[in-house]
């Protein structure tokens, strides 16, 4: 007897869904782990974590050594306190004499002269002297925290990188004083560089993630990249959010670094008004599409403080803000709070980046 | 030309029902950890499956971080460093939870079928 051919006894709709079925099934039985592959690697003095999409397709033994080359330089040209071309660029910019500035750490000065403006100083990168009086330009931070006496000298004429005169690509110091350290925006111009490398090694979808903050390049076929937000005062996930192409999200806390100093934590954001650690702030995030300004933006965030955040907010052309206050209750911007889903009961506010009780803009 | 006969309907339902199930099992969120990988800068990462009860060290650079397991999880018990976020990560049961020391240059993260997240912000 000979076989009857299936097709004709079928309807239209199940021949036409018959090989959606086949392929699905296919699609299905080979998905048997995760769609990304991570490398992980300590650089720019910190843990640095890479998400790679799709999974299996990528060399990671090449981008791995590739991405450490490329932050290995960029940490050491930057570094505030170990030898290199900035610590070269601090000693001639104290002698106040004209130098050629070096070329990799020319943007970094420019960059920060801008944010330093548009924050009215409120983010100011030079003041690696009071940062290093803190016991900051060191490994492993610790006290004792400068004395009034000197705070008050130092607070009485600080520095600022609008002090640094420019001509072409001669510099020189204008403040005996100043000192770069571009902790507050060094990492965002890393992790973006780190995204161009990716991108000339062929990577067309990615996460950089150094020491927590991070950016993301292209995003997955039919999802976007999901990104956990870490708790800064307990345990586990505080929050979720979807990202989408080349958008950064980065923080600063008073968790990263710093030490404990007769009962009381010192950590390492220092609010040039005050020369004190910031107050009032717990953690700062920013979502930008910029990392350095996102970055930055972070930092100054925390700087200004419950009351004057949104004002710098708008300053800088940050509409995506979440700030943990130091009593644990959170604060974030509308816009902001469409992209997050919360994974605990807490108290958030809502609050538009704008004028508030800060200063104006100039 | 015949209709659809009572062969042909089974052969069809059968092949709906084993797709259906090959995705649910598939794409079905909160599938649990079953490994927990150690990286250390410097150091190939290594493997650990979740399966059994068990305490161990890890030497980094700041001293030992201790690491504790359980069948389906594992947590950071102690590790240097003064704010201890390492150990306040707790329990790590979900595929893609992720506790790191920064003083020991270490990152816990336990892998499993349906990770959760792509990446850690913190």
Redesign the interface.
Known sequence: MNPRP?S????AI?RLL?PV??S??LS??G????D?D?L???ALG??V?V?L?PADTHDLTGIESALRDELDAMHAAWHAWEPGPLGRTNRLLEQGVEFDAPASVLPLIERARELERLTDGLFNPALGRLVSAWGFHQD?PSGPPPSEETLATMLADPPRVADIERDGMRLRGGHPELQLDFGGLAKGLAVARSLELLTELGVEHA?V?A????MTLGE?AGRP??????D?R????LA??SLGPGEA?F?SGD?ER???WESRRIHHVIDPRTGRPSQGIASA?VLHGDPALADAAATTLMIAGPQQWPAYARRLGVDHALLVLADGSVELTPAMAGRVDFRQDLDYRLRESGPGTGPEPR | ?????WG?ALV?TL??A??GT??G???APGGGATELVV?Q??AA?RHYPLDAVRTFGVQGVAGVTTIRIEPGRARCVDSPG??D?CE???WLAR??DMA?S??N?L?L?V?G?G????????
């Open positions: 299936l004709p006894d079928l309807p199940l018959l079925f086949l699905l099934l299905a039985c998905r048997d782990g995760p990304t991570r992980t690697f300590q910190t843990l974590d998400t999409y492993e996460i993630n020491g927590g903050d991070l997955p990249w999901r990104i956990g937000l870490r800064p307990g345990t586990g996930v979720a959010i999200l923080s968790y710093g030490y404990e995030t | 030309m015949h209709g659809l006969r042909d069809v092949a709906v084993l797709v090959a995705f099992l598939a794409y990286t800068a410097g990462p003064t704010r976020i306040r990560a707790g595929p893609g790191v920064l003083p240059r990152v993260r892998q079928p990770a959760e997240f792509d990446s850690m912000h913190f």
